[in-house]
């Protein structure tokens, strides 16, 4: 049975007709179902599971490469830290000079 037979049943339910005898009278618009791609909830379970695999794959890598992004983050901010104490200091000692006034 494929994901696409309960939809038919569905209908033939809610028409108040038996499956057989909506199939017999609309053969039509079976052909129409069955040729028609699966909703998003019709997948079986092999499928969703298997979609589920998948997408748990691709968050992980997706995990992995972000946690080296924030690695390499927290490198640069640790250094461009330590340069800004460098600077600070040579700033510091800069001021710390006594400017000659200017020749005229």
């Known amino acids: 049975m494929t994901g696409r037979a309960p939809s038919v049943l569905a209908l033939a339910t809610s028409l108040g007709l038996a499956n057989t005898t909506f199939r017999r009278n609309f053969p039509d618009v079976c052909a129409q179902l069955a040729a028609s791609p699966p909703t998003p909830g019709s997948t079986n379970g092999a499928d969703a599971y298997t979609g589920l695999k998948t997408g748990n794959a691709r968050l992980r890598r997706d995990k992995r490469e972000l946690a080296a992004q924030?690695?390499?983050?927290?490198?640069?901010?640790?250094?461009?830290?330590?340069?800004?104490?460098?600077?600070?200091?040579?700033l510091h000692e800069a001021r710390a000079v006594t400017a000659l006034p200017r020749r005229r």
């Open 70 to 90: 924030t690695d390499v983050a927290i490198a640069a901010i640790q250094g461009l830290s330590i340069d800004n104490e460098h600077l600070r200091a040579a």
